[in-house]
């Protein structure tokens, strides 16, 4: 079993920054690729950013390269992402999640375990 708890959420004005955390569970957490995605009111869960378990490949979506970066520790057994230029439309709840397949995805339900979110707005 493997539990994921997001923190850095927050308010923060266009253009600003803000780092997320994602703490793991789980003993093999260095095999795990690990994603980021987000969800905003009325909308369908998207995937922003995920990282392999070297941290030596990774994928964004177009709406947020060169802005964001994801990262992670394994030692910490934490995954970050650093948002950087925030813009009104990246408002949402960012989740982190956990995949045990061999390689990068993209779509939620290639995703085997979830935090419980958090709460990212950004204020024009």
């Known amino acids: 079993q493997v539990q994921l708890v997001e923190s850095g959420g927050g308010l923060v004005q266009t253009g600003g920054s803000l780092r997320l955390s994602c703490a793991a569970s789980?003993?093999?957490?260095?095999?795990?690729?690990m994603g980021w995605f987000r969800q905003a009111p009325g909308k369908e869960r998207e995937f922003v950013a995920a990282?392999?378990?070297?941290?030596?490949?990774?994928r964004y979506t177009d709406s947020v390269k060169g802005r964001f970066t994801i990262s992670r520790d394994n030692a910490k057994k934490t995954v970050y992402l650093q948002m950087n230029s925030l813009k009104p439309e990246d408002t949402a709840v960012y989740y982190c999640?956990?995949?045990?397949?061999?390689?990068?995805?993209?779509?939620?339900?290639?995703?085997?375990?979830w935090g419980q979110g958090t709460q990212v707005t950004v204020s024009s």
């Open positions: 999640a956990v995949s045990t397949g061999g390689f990068i995805r993209t779509r939620p339900a290639e995703y085997n375990y």
């Open positions: 789980g003993r093999t957490f260095s095999s795990y690729y």
């Open positions: 990282i392999a378990w070297s941290g030596g490949n990774t």
